[in-house]
């Protein structure tokens, strides 16, 4: 069956009633105070990581949980990081831990099959290999890779400058990766904290359960309405599977003919729905789930923003040419409607806003100034990203901020140039 693209499909739907639901199943309307980090993710959704600060800033825009919160509910197993969706690490609520493993398995698996035929390495002796790195393991005091290796001596193996020039050193990843994805070991933050990528790792006995289907079932719930495009980027399936097991989930169009897919238990709720009136803004990384989920940028741009030039970009790109944003977002009723970074040695956030500066957008943008200041001390994107590689970005952005690029592209948006200081506390 064929279907309208996206943006037709989304405007016959009505656009901004689409993103103020999005944002309403995201918690991104209103404060949900004090709700534990399991309910937060159970409720909108596994929350990528990749070593920065987004699990943090989700769980503050939605819970307004601090980072010794979220810390601790690492500690206890509440929530936990692991591969799951395409192989990629997020952080799951403890009732979907079967489920992440079961549905990233194939990434290990790949990875392995690519080292028996590039690499000459042996099934054989990687499950060997697993077993010496699970004989040394305890399941409370962590070794990190080095120790692991040292450990169990000559069952690692070099790769040469073969494996090097494929990112594989030696054999040890490919046993790590399988084990994790059995739930045989997990992997610790060597300081308790998310947003760095330093680990160590201890035994587990993790049971692996679920299927495609059971994916779909939560996906719809957390993203719909969604199109099975959105669902096969989020799962990584193939076509045939991500159809399948769509059609066995059952979620329903939200208009006769629609590619849009909702549970049937939200549809009455979804017609139902009006937008609300009233902004509500909150400062999110630029991989939160309100993006991520669907990967599908333009839906949550008004059209004169996607046509904005991006800080400190390449030349001729536009905000809305981008798979994902180059920097934080913030969101007001599932739009978005400027953009942020926070600079270290000014210990501030530097905001380039889309729409004019209130006082609900800088009590938001104090808001979370407080907490990346207080408790994070950064809010980087990623692993990789720090206030030196940020500083272009950071640089870009207050100028266009402080030139009135907030409402160059004007329209009701627009801030008429007035622009805005990079300082927006006070």
């Known amino acids: ?64 949980l601090g980072r010794a919160a979220v810390d601790a509910a690492v500690a206890r197993l509440d929530v ?26 194939a990434a290990p698996a790949g990875e392995l099959a690519a080292a028996e035929k590039h690499l000459g390495v042996g099934r054989d002796e990687v499950e060997k290999l697993c077993l010496a790195v699970e004989r040394v393991l305890s399941p409370d005091e962590p070794l990190d890779p080095a120790a692991i290796r040292d450990a169990v001596g000559d069952a690692v193996r070099p790769l040469g400058e073969a494996g090097r020039k494929r990112g594989l ?26 947003d760095q990528q330093r680990y160590g790792y ?22 719909g309405p969604a199109t099975l495009k959105h669902f096969r980027w989020f799962s990584g399936f193939t076509a045939a599977t991500a159809r399948r097991a769509v059609a066995e989930a059952g979620p ?25 009136r009233t902004p509500h803004y909150t400062l999110l990384a630029g991989i939160d789930g309100i993006h991520l989920l669907h990967r599908d940028l333009p839906r949550l741009l008004d059209p ?51 729409v004019p500066l209130d006082d609900a957008l800088r009590e938001a943008v104090a808001r979370t100034e407080a907490f990346v200041r207080e408790e994070l001390g950064d809010a980087r994107g990623f ?31 627009g801030t008429g140039g007035t622009g805005v200081p990079g300082r927006t506390r006070g």
């Open 169 to 194: 050193t030696t054999t040890l990843p490919l046993a790590l990766g399988l084990m994790q994805s059995r739930g045989r070991i997990r992997r610790v933050p060597v300081n308790g904290r998310l």
């Open 1 to 64: 069956m064929e279907h309208d693209p996206p943006v037709e499909a989304a405007a016959a739907v009505g656009v901004e009633k689409l993103r103020a639901w999005w944002a309403h199943r995201q918690w991104l309307d209103r404060p949900h105070p004090g709700a534990p980090a399991a309910e937060v993710l159970a409720a909108t959704g596994w929350a990528r990581s990749v070593g920065g600060a987004a699990p943090y800033l989700g769980l503050f825009a939605r819970a307004g």
């Open 202 to 223: 201890v035994g587990w006995d993790q049971p692996v359960a679920g299927d495609a289907v059971d994916l779909a079932r939560r996906y719809f719930s957390w993203a």
């Open 80 to 105: 936990h990081e692991l591969p799951s969706a395409r192989g990629c690490t997020y952080v799951l609520p403890a009732p979907d831990f079967a489920l992440g493993l079961a549905v990233g398995a």
């Open 252 to 276: 329903v169009p939200v208009a006769p003919g629609s590619e849009f897919l909702l549970p049937p238990e939200l549809a009455e709720e979804f017609a139902g729905f009006t937008a609300p």
């Open 383 to 413: 692993s990789l990203d720090s206030p030196r590689s940020r500083a272009p970005k950071v640089a870009a952005l207050r100028a266009a901020a402080a030139t009135g690029g907030a409402g160059r592209t004007g329209g009701p948006g």
């Open 304 to 354: 004169a923003d996607a046509a904005r030039p991006l800080p400190a970009g390449r030349a001729g790109r536009s905000f809305g040419s981008e798979a994902d944003p180059q920097t934080h977002v913030v969101l007001d009723r599932g739009r978005i409607v400027g953009l942020w970074e926070y600079d270290t040695e000014r210990a501030e956030i530097v905001l380039l806003p889309f």
